[in-house]
């Protein structure tokens, strides 16, 4: 009975080892599979991510050329902002893009606050041209008033044919900032980003009559297909001068001499061959209606700042005038 129960002691005993080694390496192997199904498991999430990384890189990939399409639309889609202040039978135009601000001519001395007030009203302080298409005192009497409220980058003018207060006011303003003007005596072309500016300076430095309006500069201004001259005050000599010029068609014509009728008032607008037509004129000094009929006469939509401002939204492919 004891051998038999010694026996039987040890076969429990050499089970319970043998089930002892049995766990332990079936523990010892399920360790060893652990790393193996955790590999698994990580390279399934590895793959996982990458496949997440492909579907952001696509991801990106799109955004980037979303946004590269974005930039050429951008690109293509620059925004020009004309603005024909309310001035009286003056000048003053405001151009904007992004923050790049130019100004052609500046009107009246008593309606500068106008133009000062409405770069103030969207937050410049900066104007990076100023272009005074001549000196009489509708183009150049805020031009002070500007030089002393903004910062301003370079002052474009033509020669000085003539003097007054305005002018001497100007002078003096300009001094105080340390600044001199460039006078345009050749074709100057600059551009701001998709848009170009051509400065066409008078041919010549005589005229047997009118001088000053004569002097005037003309500036076109391009952006794809459409564009805005600016003729100032340009009459007969000067016109001929213009109508003489290469590239001068335009969509939009700022009439020069506030719309007052030449002897080649209607050889210029069928040169130009504008779409529309902005002239600056006030109630008390009128444009002349035969100056009218011939821009109805060449389908020419007209607006006339005496009527209010007037605004122009310009891209390479669209414009849009509102009044």
């Known amino acids: 009975m004891k051998r038999q129960t010694g026996k039987n002691r040890t076969d429990r005993l050499l089970g319970l080892i043998l089930s002892i080694v049995l766990t332990i390496t079936l523990t010892s192997c399920g360790r060893a599979q652990n790393p193996e199904s955790a590999a698994q498991s990580e390279g399934a999430t590895a793959a996982t991510t990458q496949g997440a990384e492909a579907v952001s890189g696509k991801t990106e990939e799109n955004g980037s050329t979303s946004e590269s399409t974005t930039v050429r639309s951008t690109s293509s889609d620059t925004v020009l902002e004309i603005t024909a202040l309310k001035a009286g039978a003056a000048d003053a135009f405001v151009l904007i893009s992004g923050d790049h601000v130019t100004i052609i001519d500046t009107g009246l001395d008593k309606k500068a606050d106008t133009l000062v007030a409405f770069l103030q009203e969207r937050g410049i302080t900066r104007v990076d041209e100023m272009i005074i298409t001549h000196f009489d005192k509708d183009h ?15 002052v474009y003018t033509t020669y000085h044919s003539k003097q007054s207060d305005d002018i001497d006011s100007y002078l003096l303003a300009l001094s105080d900032k340390g600044m001199k003007e460039t006078t345009v005596t050749e074709k100057t072309t600059f551009e701001v980003g998709d848009i ?28 794809g297909e459409n564009s805005m001259l600016f003729a100032g005050d340009a009459e007969a000599f000067r016109i001929q001068e213009l109508i003489k010029t290469e590239n001068l068609e335009s969509t939009i014509l700022k009439v020069p001499h506030h719309g007052r009728y030449d002897v080649y008032s209607e050889a ?35 607006y006339l700042t005496r009527e209010g401002e007037v605004m122009i939204i310009m891209t390479e492919d669209d414009i849009k005038v509102t009044q």
């Open 268 to 302: 210029l607008i069928e040169y130009v061959k504008p779409e529309y037509a902005i002239i600056t004129s006030s109630k008390s000094e009128p444009e002349d209606q035969e100056v009218l009929d011939i821009l109805e006469k060449n389908n020419v939509t007209t």
């Open 140 to 154: 150049v009497g805020g031009a002070d008033h500007i030089l002393e409220n903004f910062d301003v980058g370079v």
């Open 196 to 223: 170009s500016f051509t400065i066409y300076p008078p041919e010549a430095k005589v005229y047997d009559d009118k001088m000053s309006n004569n002097s005037s500069l003309v500036i076109k201004v391009s952006l």
